[in-house]
């Protein structure tokens, strides 16, 4: 006697315009069944898609939220540079150094993402979230007979940091007013007849989810303003010859 194996229902399945009897075994034909509905499901489409595309959609999400950041850090930087040095232009009196000192830790209280930033690398020393120098430049004629479009020298007073660099005493060098900031030179603009004060400051950036090797972990601006009330500034340990 002849053993008669079960199939399942003829599944009919269309090829061009000819209908094609295809004969499976229950379990492969099931299978079939699934991933034909699968792949011609329009959200199995919208899943798979999805699925693609969305590690590229976070990427750029948290990329925005890093570019954000570093734009608005640039920024604080000069804030706080501006109005540090707004507040040393006011000075009335020979600055000592703890007066000088209190100017630079206002840094972390005009900018509070300075101390987000010690959050992120776990420290409250301000010394190592951002560098703030206040100096005060002299300005002469090269030519002291000189009585219209002079040329000016400027020469550093004082110049006092809690961290990172100063400037040095003795003559700065002229530079292009778009040139990076140097600790050795004053953009050309900024030379005339009255003397300048001059804070410069380093802030620190570290991104969330962007290699650092691709985005700047610092951000250095300079702010120059004029003496408000005295016609210069100066400190209780100035440079030799002021």
């Known amino acids: 006697m002849h053993r008669i194996l079960a199939l399942n229902p003829v599944r009919r399945l269309r090829c061009s315009s000819k209908a094609i009897l295809i004969r499976f075994p229950t379990g492969i034909s099931s299978k079939i069944i699934i991933l034909h509905h699968f792949i011609t499901s329009k959200r199995a489409a919208s899943a798979v898609e999805f699925s693609l595309i969305a590690p590229v959609l976070l990427l ?7 570019i954000s950041r570093a734009v608005t850090a640039a920024y604080r930087a000069g804030f706080v540079a501006d109005t540090i040095g707004e507040l040393v232009s006011q000075a009335d009196h020979t600055l000592t150094d703890s007066e000088i000192t209190s100017f630079i ?41 000189c009585t219209s479009g002079c040329t000016y020298s400027g020469s550093v007073v004082f110049s006092r940091a809690l961290s990172g660099p100063t400037r040095p005493c003795g003559l700065q060098t002229a530079s292009a007013n778009d040139a990076a900031i140097s600790m050795t030179a004053l953009p050309t603009s900024v030379f005339g007849p009255v003397d300048m004060v001059v804070v410069d400051i380093t802030v620190f950036f570290k991104p969330f989810l962007i290699s650092a090797a691709l ?3 610092q951000f250095i601006r300079s702010a120059y303003f004029r003496p408000r009330i005295i016609s210069r ?3 209780q340990n100035n440079c030799v010859g002021f």
């Open 105 to 145: 830790q206002l840094a972390p209280l005009i900018d509070p993402d300075i101390l987000a930033y010690g959050r992120q690398i776990k420290s409250t020393n301000l010394k190592s979230l951002a560098n703030v120098a206040i100096s005060s430049i002299a300005m002469s004629k090269l030519n002291a007979s």
């Open 215 to 217: 985005m700047p972990n």
């Open 60 to 66: 750029l999400f948290f990329a925005a939220i890093d």
């Open 233 to 235: 500034i100066s400190s």
